[in-house]
């Protein structure tokens, strides 16, 4: 029979000092893994989906024929309008430039106006939020006064007059679009942080922090931090996927980045409204597909999240145990058939 | 640990009472402003004052156990909290090894955590849930800066977690507080607030939310610590029986201020007022065949917004005398209690002598002219009034309530009733035990003429 190996010596600790750096992200780690049925089928198609488009974005000039503005190649120019062929897959648009070049190269313009979107939102929203929250007084009064009004305006207008802002200080670029839908994105982190910042403000343990004697600044980064930042992840790749339709909405207005600086769908997508009377699919179907997929990706990927991650929202399955069928019932035959051999009792 | 206390002495004895004055409070008060309704809110307006802790003195000496025992309300784990400055006293002051902490802002009370400490009720929540134990035990030493390296700090966690019990401490020291046990967690929390090297521990309820089995593992483990540290005491509780087994001196807390103060030996052999008799009358007895009749005390402990006037236990009090403080609100209290009892009709019948009942609910009316019901006059008042007091002289225990009524007559067709002048009782110590008791039944003859 099997037997059974009894550890010797002390246990040794399982949790590397590594892994316990970020303690507060192991709780989120160990929910995916739990992750079963709808929650995890979105998870993982979204999260497949956006690795797609992360991958198209950082390899574009691999993946892509062509440049993003080149117009002429060999010797001779492509030709203006011309429908997908060999050469031309996606086609050309009215500027002669090649469409999937375009759209492989706009993966990389809206990863990168998404990802510094993010990052810059998520540092001003969650610091701020939890000062805020910390805090309190009157720089929380303040500072939710603003977020409120920013929270009134409708998304795309505060886009469009922070465009305006900034591309007066960092011209037409990544930075400035970024920047722009920054302001649209911060009160979100703003209002999830605080509201978590307010209630472990009260827990115990940041009272036993402040009766150890540590500072505003070592309760925040040690204590609150890591049990705020819970609810983060999802709101980011919410904000991901939204990130990319805002930056489309500001390209098709004509003021986000500058044609000359990079492809971008939401121009693209400006660019094609003529030709769709004219019966060019191409140059509009492309890049709004690639923009489709791209915000589904992420958008899955955010709801399978907030699926697994939110408590109220999870469902812990017990999975059902399954038994072996019914073996035929056993007969004991003892003293009647003395010549059955041992082993065929048995079984 | 809930059982009738033994006969035997307490943890460590009086040999510890020789120690020097560590902290001393002079006249603590805490209040806490309360907001009144709506409008209140908006305009900012203080509606009025939470009294937590009501006028304390205290001296603890150092390697003196004292235990703070109350029920919910009384202002003991307020009073636990100021004295290490977790919470800012109003009024009073707190003195430190001479030095003055109320005075201190936040910043300036930093470096004197070190030497403060708490252990809070929670052991569930008082550690960060996203924190380990390597880091959380080990982090008063970051934040006060006491190690030069890591392995000094790793050497240090370790050697607290083994004084606590946690062993092997290679063992814990990765995990969560979520993978540990509610003892093991307090135990955790222990070798946190003892890593640096602390004076004075103040211990709110550590054992009230943990099993029966591992509470008296803790105290012992506290008492150890105590020995081999040289820690000092404040034992915040409403266990008595684990104050008697844990504490030198014991301070009885009722409605923020101390009612009985002295060596834990005499307050649990010789209870002197009438709320510590109540509170050890009400430790349940295991043996039905040796219960005692008891006369736990009547209703709920007041309102700390509004405390009753003179001796807050006296609306509870069975022994109350004239000068405890009687007045309006314990007229109403009485008819209510006396309704309650009586068949709706009687009540309803009895009631409409008074036009309105709810005008007795006031604060600190030491005259009150009741107004009769319609078709009643101030008269029929007096003479139901005189009725219930000849009634409550017959009966057995005694109202003390009447004791306090000192005139009743008619006046500008009210009736006026008019209670005895009430009196603060103050802390007195008794000379042949050491106790201090805040009753007018124990004070010294020569003080009652005073005031």
Known sequence: ?347 | MLTKPDIEPSGEGAAAEVGEPLVEATGLEVHFGLRGGLLGRFSGKAAGAVRAVDGIDLTLRKGEVLGLVGESGSGKTTLGRTLIGLTKATAGSISYRGQDITELGERGLRPLRRRLQMVFQDPHASLNPAMDIRTAVGHPLRIHNLVADDQEYEARVVDALERVGLTPPERYLGKFPGDLSGGQKQRAVLARAIIAEPELLVADEPISMLDMSVRAKILQLMLDLKRDLDLTYVYVTHDLASAKFFCDSIAIMYLGRIVEYGPTAQVFANPQHPYTEALLAAIPEPDPERALPRELPRGEIPDAARPPMGCAFHPRCPVAVAACGWEARDLRTLLENRWLELAPEAAAREKSLFADVESLAAESLSTVAIAPGRGHTPEDVLEYLRHLREEASEAEPREPFWRGVVTMHAENGRAVVEFAPPRDPRLSLIQATGVQVACHLREPVASTTGT
């Open chain 1, 1 to 347: 029979m099997a037997t059974t190996t009894l550890p010797t010596g002390p246990i040794e600790p399982t949790v590397s000092a590594a892994a316990s750096r970020f303690g507060g992200l192991r709780r989120i780690v160990s929910a995916i893994r739990e992750a079963r049925g709808v929650p995890k089928f979105m998870l993982w198609t979204g999260a497949a989906i956006s690795a797609l488009f992360v991958i198209t974005a950082v390899f574009a000039p691999l993946i892509a024929p062509y440049s993003f503005d080149t117009y002429r190649s060999g010797g001779h120019n492509f030709p203006k309008q011309g429908s997908p062929d060999g050469t031309h897959w996606f086609g050309t648009t009215v500027q002669s430039l090649d469409v999937l070049s375009r759209t492989i190269y706009g993966a990389r313009t809206a990863l990168e106006v998404m990802v510094l979107a993010v990052i810059f939102s998520l540092i001003l929203g969650v610091l701020l939020g939890l000062l805020a929250g910390y805090f309190g007084g009157w720089l929380d009064r303040i500072l939710v006064l603003v977020m409120d009004a920013l929270f009134a305006f409708p998304y795309l207008l505060l886009a469009i007059v922070a465009g305006f802002v900034f591309s007066g200080i960092s011209g037409g670029g990544v930075v400035t679009a970024a920047l722009s839908i920054t302001v649209v994105y911060i009160p979100q982190y703003f209002r999830v942080v605080r509201a978590s910042a307010l209630s472990a403000r009260e827990a115990t343990f940041v009272e036993a922090a402040r009766a150890m004697g540590a500072k505003p600044s070592v309760v925040i980064r040690k204590y609150l931090f890591g049990n705020v930042i819970q609810s983060v992840p999802v709101i980011t790749t919410m904000n991901a996927a939204d990130a990319i339709g805002t930056l489309a909405g500001l390209g098709f207005l004509g003021l986000g980045i500058q044609p000359t600086e990079a492809a971008e769908w939401g121009y693209d997508l400006d660019r094609a409204i003529d030709d769709v009377n004219a019966g060019m699919w191409w140059t509009c179907l492309y890049p709004g597909l690639a923009m489709v997929i791209a915000i589904l990706g992420f958008t899955l990927l955010g709801e399978g999240l907030n699926d697994v991650l939110n408590p109220t929202m999870r469902r812990r399955r017990i999975s059902k145990v399954l038994l072996p069928a019914h073996t035929r019932r056993r007969t004991v035959t003892a003293p009647a058939l003395p010549d059955v051999p041992e082993g065929e009792a048995a079984k």
